[in-house]
């Protein structure tokens, strides 16, 4: 299946294995690139530099087996690692970076210096005006139908709106469960896409069996946006807890955001608490159970290896 991003990255197939806090890790991107995708791993997954150095190292050795590998970066205020993280992925290499939240600049200017690939994760087309001019080499559409922070534009009219302002290429994120709905994007004018929640239940995923068994068991129907993550619509499982918690801010947190002083400080300490208790979940057996997940796993029937997973789509 060649399509302009297989030419980009060397794959055999126009996907990348998206970077997913807490979830992606070198066995699953190991895998993927064994099978003939990229993948992809958030940099934030590695709470020390020499863990991200010795990641990249790992990765790079795999190389010879074909595949691409790539980091994603979070790119504002709040990630106060990212000038040491971009400067490692830089120094050690990578075949692509995948920004997100904030100006790329910096990692766009950074990257090309070294022959590294920038994909800037957009949301719509003034975000993704703003990241051509900067330089990147194609936008991720993030739709409506993806897991975590998704968009609010379908993905025919995200991609087709995209498509004819812009000069670069447009991988799309979100929606992708089967073939049949990788291949539906292409013929909206994807050159490839982004699949996140197919591969948590995977069993070289880094998360509990029980965040595995849950992608299993529940379905696109159980999918939720909650806002006590980061402040920002996120999408979750509706498990007992978080009916139990509920999923909207507190009234004390919706007077302060609408202050314009404070609403910075109040969304970091909402992020701060709300990757605390995302953590928890993903890596503990406990009853307070919020996982990040999309509708997409209404495709996952069983946990299985990464390759089996990939056969799905391929």
Not at 139 to 145: D, L
């Amino acid at each position: 299946m060649k399509t302009p991003l297989t030419q980009l990255l060397n794959i055999k197939h126009p996907i990348i294995m998206a970077p997913m806090f807490l979830v992606s890790n070198v066995a699953m991107v190991k895998a993927a690139m064994q099978a003939g995708i990229a993948g992809c791993i958030p940099a934030l997954n590695y709470r020390t530099l020499p863990e991200l150095q010795e990641a990249i190292s790992e990765l790079k050795a795999l190389k010879t087996e074909g595949g691409a590998f790539g980091f994603n970066l979070i790119v504002n205020k709040s990630n106060l690692k990212f000038p040491e993280q971009l400067k490692v992925c830089c120094e050690l290499g990578c075949d692509f970076i995948i920004t997100s939240l904030g100006n790329p600049k910096q990692v766009i200017d950074e990257a090309h210096k070294k022959g590294i690939l920038v994909f800037c994760d957009i949301v719509n087309l003034e975000q993704a005006k703003k990241v051509e001019s900067l330089g990147c080499d194609a936008v991720i559409a993030v739709n409506n139908e993806a897991g975590g922070h998704r968009g609010t534009i379908a993905p025919k009219q995200l991609i087709e709106e995209l498509n004819a302002a812009l000069k670069i290429p447009v991988i799309s994120a979100g929606g992708v469960g089967t073939k049949a709905q990788l291949n539906e994007k292409l013929s909206f004018g994807a050159i490839g896409v982004s699949i996140g929640s197919a591969f948590i239940a995977s069993e070289e995923a880094g998360v509990s069996q029980e965040y595995k068994e849950a992608c299993v068991n529940y379905g696109a129907e159980d999918i939720v946006l909650t806002q006590k993550i980061s402040g920002t619509p996120c999408t979750v499982i509706n498990t007992p807890y978080v009916q139990e918690i509920g999923t909207e801010q507190t009234w004390l947190e919706k007077i302060l955001n609408k202050n314009k002083w404070l609403k910075k400080y109040v969304k970091m300490l909402r992020f701060l608490k709300g990757t605390n208790m995302v953590t928890k979940a993903a890596t503990e057996a406990t009853y307070k159970t919020v996982w990040v997940a999309g509708p997409t796993i209404e495709h996952s029937k069983a946990i299985e290896p990464v390759e089996k997973i990939i056969e799905r789509f391929v």
